[in-house]
């Protein structure tokens, strides 16, 4: 009877990743990128019946009872909403909502709910 006798040798590759840099620039210019940086927002005025204003481009950086203005109108953001969806067993933003009232209206409600805490 013959016997084999085999050694096996297992070579693993390494594993090469790839970095995507902008160009260096002095920090002044990265800063004020940051700052300026619009990402696109879903707007809907939530008065009743519910009106999609359509998608807007805003500063990362805002939140409930900033004034913006769409087509000469003022409004208030009353909520901003960002929804996820898995993919491939990672979260991915799928959507950034903002919920705005005519500023009218979100002053009217300020103040018909501290009316109603007072009471």
């Known amino acids: 009877m013959a016997m084999v006798a085999s050694t096996s040798i297992v070579y693993h590759k390494p594993r090469l990743s790839v970095v995507c840099r902008k160009k260096d620039r002095p920090d002044r210019e990265l800063e004020r990128e940051k700052k300026e940086h619009k990402y696109p927002f879903k707007v809907v005025e939530i008065t009743p019946p519910p009106r999609c204003l359509g998608v807007r481009c805003f500063l990362t ?34 959507e950034k909502r903002l919920d705005v009232l005519s500023t009218s209206r979100y002053i009217l409600n300020l103040y018909l709910d501290n009316l109603l805490d007072n009471s």
């Open 61 to 94: 950086n805002i939140h409930c009872g900033e004034s913006v203005t769409i087509e000469g109108q003022a409004y208030t953001v009353s909520a901003e909403t960002h929804r996820y969806q898995l993919r491939k067993g990672r979260y991915e933003t799928s």
